[in-house]
C-alpha cells in the first residue's frame, strides 16, 4: 500500500522476464518417464522473488497427462544432480495442452514466491500425473552449439538423476520488476 496524500493506492506489481532459454526452438520433444521429473538446470543471473514460470510443453494426441507439476529445486552445477526440498511448485492441467509437435508455452504460477539468488543453481522439473510414457512433451533444444551457457537438460529423480549435456528445455522465469 502506498499512501498519497493521505488517500491508499494499491500499486500494481510489474513482473519481468528473468532467467530464461527460449529462443532456439528448433529441436526435440522429450517426456518425463513414469514418475521422474524432466526439466532444465540454470544458473540465476540475477536475484528476484520468483512468482511464475513459462515452459514450452504440448501433449500427446491419445495420451492425456493429467495435471502437469513444476517443482523448483535448488541444485548444485551441472552436471551434479538438484536436492530436496521443493522449494516452490504450481499446477497446470496438462489435458489442455496443444497436440502440435511444436508445442505451446504454459504459465505455471509458482508457490510460494521463492527468493532466487545470483549465482546459485536451480532446477524446473515438470511431472506429470499419470504413468503413460510419452503423454506430456517438453519442448528442447539440442542443437550444438545453441546451448544455454548455465544449465543442462536433467531427468529422473529420488536417488537417481541424469544429465544430458547436448540438450536443453526451453524455460522462462518471471519475478519482481
Known sequence: MISISGSNVCAPLVLELKDYFNDNDDSVNLFPRNNRYAGEIFQATKSYPLYYVNMKMCRDAVLPPGIVTV????S???PDKPFFPVLAAGTTDGDTLTTNEL??????????????VEGNYYYLGVLQSTLEYGALKIRCEGEAPEHYPNGMFCYGGFATWYTNETVDALFETWGVK
Open 76 to 78: 548444485n552445477a551441472p
Open 103 to 116: 508445442c505451446e508455452w504454459r504459465k505455471v504460477n509458482l508457490t510460494p514466491h521463492y527468493q532466487i
Open 71 to 74: 517443482h523448483l529445486f535448488e
